[in-house]
């Protein structure tokens, strides 16, 4: 099956998803969520770094250096606080929105 | 939050970056690793393909951490600059206009600075103090220096001063020096470069060891500009004698070129203050000033110590000097600490900022002027450039979007303009004061961080001033009558061009009076009768040798030369002064009426004169009696009219007294008004009788050749007298200089507002026309004939304009007694002034209508009616 873009406006979400039970590199998080998809959402550099910066600057994770599984440098990012709030309320919205979708989808017509 | 975190980034910068690279690097790896573990063999091409633009990405990433208005902002400069490029014509008439006021304003407020603002050139020069004595309760107050023995005493005991200085200026010959001016000697105490942290261009500055009362040691440091004009910045210097009024000095250093002294005056040579007997053996004060703790008046200056402050070093020097006073049985005075900017110093701010106030006025009405000019540009610019807007607004841009846009616009011209203004900050003020005098102050020109604060101030005050207005109107507007090329709401845009024409009008009204009443005050103190003989009298200046005369022998020579030159000066009279009449100096003495209380004592200008001087200068006495010898012993004074008118209105003053200080000084005479002491209404002063010292002027009536020849006697008496002899028509003419200066300044500010303001005026007119081509081209048609054109169009704008004149006319008469109040020269308003100008302006409106109007009078109505 083909590679999946991300739905608009999700990536932000996502990202703070994969970060909520540990911290994790930018390497880390595209694996994650390729894994849990199962292969259909794949991050391009390109948007997650962006978006990355984006979090840092809003502060809605923290980054710092530490070693990798392979004892190399990389940079770890984790959720804050602020992080966590604003993870809830993108989820809430974003299921607001799949139930909203989903009832138009399956209404008779 | 957000924004501290922006500022973060800011200020880590390249790090940043660095880091965002390597995150990316890793991730570049891992995913290459990956690939090639799932035995892909391209592996390293795939990863980094199908990883995108890694440029792009880094790219992105860093730039969500500018705010996005840093980049608008970006894209706003470049649109500006094109835009302005692209109209060279408009660019360059505005960069005229608004370079030439800010540079005006950029050079007025640079000399002021210099003059004023700038503190002494030394180490740390914020921790330096002026230490000045003020006497409590006095009504004009004054501002006084220190005895050498009370300086000891305060500066063994201070504990707020780390350092403190005494310094006393002469006059004195450098070497053989018989020609020009002579040099600034300053006597200072020996700490005074340690203290001041000077450094020196060659060998050392002075020390305590020099400067002991009872063994002063004849050193001397030369000032760079002494070292430099006087030795040819010999490099040999050190260790050579040079004589300072005849006695032996050796040179042991030259101060550092950037230190330029610590007072307004030059500064040419520093010695100690324990030598100033050396120099001065003859007079008795010399010792006495350094022995005597009743004597007073050096200037003091310190440095406060570490952690002290200011007040803290008020209120211990108050203290110390009360306690000195008391046990000398003086009467305290206060003590006042200001920084040593000039400025600082009370009684040369009051001198200073009416003056100022009126010059910043004028050069502020210049750049108002200009903005006025720049604005009309702009606002016929923003019509030009409708659709080009319109279209902007149609495609969705907001309006403040565009008058950003405007203003970003508007600011670059100003910043270009404050860039030019900088430049011409360089060289005018330099060329004015060089005309001014003939050896100008020495001035720090150079801009520092308060003249480019002050011009960036300036530049962006003016672009909001001259962009607001036009990019408001420019924007308000109907998109689609925009787009169909009609302009139908002209009428609000017009109005705002009608106010700035009246503004403009008004300003040159007030300019061109101000420079009308200058130039008629030159005119009129040209043709004055001021009181006194000036043609056929000569002024010889003597000037001797201070080691061989003191007083006594200096008036005994005097006596003699005055004998000598009698037969050859006109009625046989020689008058003797102490200073020249017309000279730019005056005697100030503060005096009282008996039964006032010293603290009450007003200041009041003198001159020091023999009893010929009257005859000889043709002053006649209106009551009294003129000074006979013995007059000098008894304190009498001669008072001139307008001082008998002001202190006694109803009765003669001969025969009351005056008090000055201790003394009682009894009126013998009353002078006819004459203005020796400077040209305009004369003001109050008094005579006091003078035989003569070693430093004395002969007046008599002589023409050039027989001056010359009483200049040589007088140095064939002595031939180590300095002799200089200048006619009185040439002294008259010296005093008009300054005058003439300010007149020529004052011609050049209303010349330049008058250009200015028809350029104003004719391109609003112009514009006028350009919009309402239509209603021309129908009138026109209709059977108008150019000449009623020209009519219509003039009519159309005489509100302006008249408005203008009328605002301008009362500014005028306001300005005029404002003026007048700080330069007396300059005469009232006039008729001739008031005609002049209105003529001028009226003249330079028609011909700023004419032109535009002619052309509106061809307008072809078939193609202005196809315009649409």
């Given at each position: 099956m083909g590679k999946q873009e991300i739905l608009p406006g999700t990536l932000d979400m996502l990202i703070l998803k994969s970060l909520a039970r540990e911290k994790r590199h930018g390497y880390g998080i595209a694996e994650y969520l390729k894994a849990v998809s199962e292969d259909v959402l794949e991050v391009g550099e390109s948007s997650l770094y962006p978006a990355l910066q984006r979090l840092l600057l809003n502060g809605w994770v923290k980054a710092e250096w530490g070693a990798s599984e392979n004892n190399r440098r990389a940079r770890y990012y984790t959720i804050t606080a602020a992080g966590r709030k604003q993870l809830a309320s993108e989820s809430r919205e974003f299921d607001r929105m799949i139930g909203a979708i989903q009832r138009v989808m399956g209404a008779a017509s | 939050m957000r924004i501290l975190r922006r500022l973060m980034y800011v200020f880590r910068g390249r790090r940043h970056e660095v880091e965002l690279a390597e995150e990316m690097e890793f991730h570049r790896q891992m995913a290459e690793a990956a690939e090639r573990e799932n035995g892909r063999p391209d592996a390293s091409d795939s990863a980094r393909r199908r990883m995108g633009n890694m440029m792009q990405a880094s790219e992105e990433a860093r730039g969500v951490?500018?705010?996005?208005w840093v980049e608008g902002v970006w894209q706003d400069l470049q649109y500006g600059a094109r835009s302005l490029i692209k109209q060279p014509g408009f660019t360059a008439m505005a960069l005229l206009a608004l370079g030439l006021g800010i540079g005006l304003n950029t050079s007025l407020f640079t000399v002021f600075n210099a003059v004023a603002?700038?503190?002494?050139?030394?180490?740390?020069?914020?921790r330096m103090v002026n230490i000045l004595t003020t006497e409590p309760g006095r009504m004009h107050q004054r501002f006084g220096g220190f005895g050498a023995v009370e300086y000891r005493f305060l500066r063994d005991n201070s504990r707020t001063l780390q350092g403190v200085i005494l310094m006393r200026s002469e006059q004195v010959r450098i070497d053989?020096?018989?020609?020009?001016q002579r040099s600034r000697c300053h006597f200072v105490t020996g700490n005074y470069f340690d203290v001041l942290g000077v450094q020196m261009a060659l060998g050392r500055g002075l020390t305590a060891e020099e400067d002991k009362v009872e063994d002063p040691r004849p050193v001397a440091v030369l000032s760079y500009q002494t070292w430099q004009t006087r030795y040819g910045g010999d490099a040999g210097i050190l260790g050579r004698t040079i004589r300072l009024d005849g006695a032996p000095f050796m040179v042991v250093g030259v101060a550092d070129?950037?230190?330029?002294?610590?007072?307004?005056d030059r500064h040419d040579v520093w010695v100690p203050m324990a030598t100033l007997p050396v120099v001065r053996?003859?007079?008795?004060w010399a010792r006495q000033m350094l022995t005597d703790p009743h004597f007073c008046c050096s200037s003091m200056a310190g440095r406060l110590a570490d952690g002290a402050t200011r007040e803290q070093a008020q209120a211990e020097l108050t203290a110390l000097t009360r306690q000195f006073q008391s046990q000398l049985g003086e009467k305290p005075h206060d003590v006042m600490l200001t920084g040593t900017a000039f400025f600082a110093r009370p009684d040369s701010k009051k001198k200073v900022i009416t003056v100022m106030g009126l010059l910043m006025a004028a050069v502020a009405a210049v750049l108002l002027l200009a903005c006025a000019n720049v604005s009309n540009l702009l606002l016929a610019r923003a019509a030009a450039r409708q659709r080009e807007i319109a279209v902007r607004l149609s495609l969705g841009a907001g309006r403040r979007r565009i008058v950003r846009q405007l203003l970003t616009e508007s600011l670059l011209l100003a910043v270009a303009a404050g860039g030019l203004g900088l430049g011409l900050a360089q060289v005018l003020p330099d060329f004015v004061l060089r005309q001014m005098a003939d050896?100008?102050?020495?001035?720090?020109?150079r801009p520092d961080t308060a003249v480019l604060a002050y011009t960036s101030c300036i530049a962006m005050l003016t672009a909001v001033l001259f962009g607001l207005a036009p990019a408001l109107r420019g924007t308000r507007m109907s998109v689609n009558e925009a787009m169909k090329g009609q302009s139908a709401n002209v009428s609000p845009r017009f109005r705002l061009r009608s106010v700035l024409l009246g503004v403009q009008v008004a300003i040159s009204v007030v300019l061109l009076m101000s420079s009308g009443l200058f130039l008629q005050g030159l005119r009129r103190a040209e043709d004055r009768d001021p009181g006194f003989a000036v043609d056929g009298v000569t002024i010889l200046t003597v000037d001797l040798p201070v080691d061989r005369y003191d007083e006594q022998r200096g008036s005994a020579l005097m006596a003699e030369a005055a004998e000598r030159i009698g037969p050859i000066a006109g009625s046989g009279k020689v008058a003797m002064a102490l200073l020249a009449p017309l000279g730019n100096a005056r005697i100030v003495t503060g005096f009282r009426m008996p039964g006032q209380r010293e603290e009450q004592e007003s200041p009041l200008a003198g001159q020091a004169v023999s009893g010929e001087y009257f005859e000889v200068l043709g002053i006649p006495m209106l009551a009294g009696r003129s000074f006979v010898p013995g007059d000098r012993g008894r304190h009498s004074i001669i008072v001139n009219e307008a001082m008998a008118r002001r202190y006694w209105p109803s009765g003669s003053p001969v025969g009351s007294a005056i008090l000055t200080g201790k003394d009682r000084r009894e009126i013998v005479g009353v002078a006819r008004d004459a203005e020796i002491l400077g040209l305009g209404p004369a003001e109050p002063m008094y005579f006091e009788p003078y035989d003569g010292g070693n430093r004395a002027v002969l007046v008599f009536r002589a023409n050039e050749a027989a001056g010359r020849q009483a200049a040589a006697l007088v140095s064939e008496l002595e031939k180590g007298a300095v002799v200089s002899v200048t006619p009185m028509r040439q002294q008259l003419e010296r005093w008009l200089g300054p005058t003439r200066i300010g007149a020529a300044m004052a011609a050049a500010l209303g010349l330049l507002a008058l250009v200015l303001a028809s350029v104003g005026v004719y391109g609003v007119i112009a514009y006028s026309v350009e919009q309402r081509r239509r209603e021309i081209g129908v009138r026109v048609a209709l059977g108008a004939r150019p000449g009623q054109m020209v009519g219509f169009i003039l009519k159309s704008n005489a509100r302006a304009l008249m408005a203008g004149l009328g605002a301008g006319a009362l500014g005028a008469i306001a300005m005029a007694k404002l003026v007048r109040k700080t330069f007396p020269d300059v005469s009232g308003l006039d008729p001739v002034v008031w005609a002049g100008v209105m003529l001028i302006l009226m003249a330079a409106g028609v011909a700023a209508c004419v032109m535009p109007a002619r052309r509106a009078g061809r307008v072809d109505p078939v193609r202005a009616l196809q315009h649409e």
């Open positions: - | 951490w500018l705010a996005p603002l700038r503190p002494w050139p030394v180490l740390e020069p914020g053989e020096q018989v020609e020009g070129e950037a230190f330029t002294g610590t007072s307004m053996p003859l007079e008795k050896a100008p102050p020495v001035l720090n020109l």
